[in-house]
């Protein structure tokens, strides 16, 4: 082989390496921070429609996360409600929060599916009323 071919392949060789490292680079990582436990769905009447929340609790009991979907309301008022109050929620691990004004009627849709949600994870519901 010549040396002008063996430099061509050489380059071809080193590019694809380079490109491959590259493309690693720009790999999507793996979420570390995961929400772990059961999931659980549940639903309420809202302002302008069905609100649905998606619940992921700890064998525990503890409320890990909460996954708001509340298409027909408002954007501004209640669409921006439901992650608050879902927010709420998850930071006093309670069912007694204060409803967004303005949005009395969104965020109660958002509390009382949380709650559907709970109850069909086994969660004791009166007592994260009374936080």
């Not at 659980?40 to 409320?63: F, L, N, P, S």
């Amino acid at each position: 082989m010549s040396r002008n071919k063996c430099s061509k392949y050489f380059m071809l060789i080193s590019l694809s390496c380079l490109l491959g490292l590259f493309l690693m680079g720009c790999a999507k990582e793996k979420n570390t921070d995961s929400v772990e436990g059961t999931t659980y769905t549940g639903t309420a009447q809202g302002y302008a429609g069905e609100v649905t929340v998606k619940v992921t609790v700890a064998k525990d009991g503890t409320i890990n996360a909460i996954d708001v979907n509340a298409p027909d309301e408002t954007k501004e008022v209640g669409g921006a409600a439901a992650p608050k109050i879902a927010k709420s929620i998850i930071a006093d691990q309670s069912l007694a929060v204060d409803a967004v004004a303005g949005a009395t009627i969104t965020s109660n849709a958002v509390i009382t599916a949380t709650e559907a949600a709970l109850k069909e994870a086994g969660v004791d519901t009166e007592a994260l009323k009374k936080k």
